[in-house]
């Protein structure tokens, strides 16, 4: 079994509300077979915070442009050997999360550091957390599965 690569791979969406927001969830449905990969034991959520336009809380067609710029940036700094894998990405309220798994917390530090170097400061944060069974992207398939 192959991972496919993270801008190849196909990605489902589901949309919602939280709890009178509107929220956005895209996640790989391919990565259900992955689920626990023992090689990827750590979860690195990205949040990027801000400034909606409106009262639904999503970023405007030019937030949207430069969070898909930074998505790219990201993908082309960790997918190539699966370094690390974009899983989902969560839209809402002011803010939007990119979740990877992996396993060399420091290299993918480095390979972020330097793919920012480049560019101004985001207004994001990072945080790594221990997920051995992947529980949080097993939550994602529990969710979307309901309505299916």
């Known amino acids: 079994m192959k991972l496919e690569a993270a801008n190849t791979d196909a990605w489902n969406i589901a949309k919602g509300k939280n709890p009178e927001r509107p929220t956005v969830l895209r996640f790989r449905p391919s990565l259900e077979a992955f689920l626990g990969d023992e090689a990827y034991p750590r979860r690195l959520t990205i949040v990027w915070q801000f400034e909606a336009a409106d009262a639904t809380g999503m970023p405007t067609d030019t937030q949207s442009a430069d969070m898909k710029d930074f998505e790219d940036m990201l993908i082309a700094a960790l997918d190539p050997d699966r370094l690390a894998i974009l899983a989902f990405v969560f839209t809402t309220a002011g803010t939007r999360e990119w979740n990877f798994y992996l396993?060399?917390?420091?290299e993918v530090g480095i390979r972020i550091n330097q793919a920012l170097s480049t560019i101004p400061q985001l207004p994001i944060?990072?945080?790594?957390?221990?997920d051995p069974n992947?529980?949080?992207?097993?939550?994602v398939f529990q969710m979307c599965?309901?309505?299916?």
């Not at 992947?134 to 939550?139: A, F, M, S, T």
């Open 103 to 106: 396993s060399d917390v420091s």
């Open 145 to 148: 599965n309901q309505g299916a």
């Open 134 to 139: 992947w529980d949080e992207l097993r939550q």
């Open 125 to 130: 944060d990072l945080t790594v957390e221990d």
